[in-house]
């Protein structure tokens, strides 16, 4: 599970420790990626985002990861498509997930999305976000996709 805090400036701070955090807020660099698995709690990261006036998005790839998540008090629910253990990618991840979340809850689908067709796919669900890397790395025209 991984949690996010940020503000609504673009630019990313990948933060290993409660102090880079602090710093790089403090830089204003305007979000933090902070592995839950680091900070060793998903409420340590909601106190943590509150703390430093961010929103925070904590990354779920499991029934429990969300539980977790919901508990902690996130604000924002990445859904990550991935199956970490097996790198394969599979889009019901992210509809299975959100029946365990409140209608509000706003949920970036990650990973897997390739085509116009899974974007489709994922805004019927109601998700507010996604997250594309590989596919845009791997195309030799992006406006295409």
Known sequence: MEATASTRNPSRWHSSSQKQALASTRADSGSVDSEIEVLKSPALAARLAGELGLDLLVEAHTDDEVRAAVEAGAEIIGINNRNLKTMTTDLATTARLMSLLDDGTPVVA????????????????????????????????????
Do not use: P, Q, Y
């Not at 990650?110 to 195309?139: H, N, P, Q």
């Open 110 to 145: 990650e990973s897997g999305l390739r085509t116009r067709a899974d974007v489709e796919r994922m805004r019927a669900l109601g998700v507010k976000a996604l997250l594309i890397g590989e596919t845009f790395m791997r195309s030799a025209d992006v406006a295409a996709k």
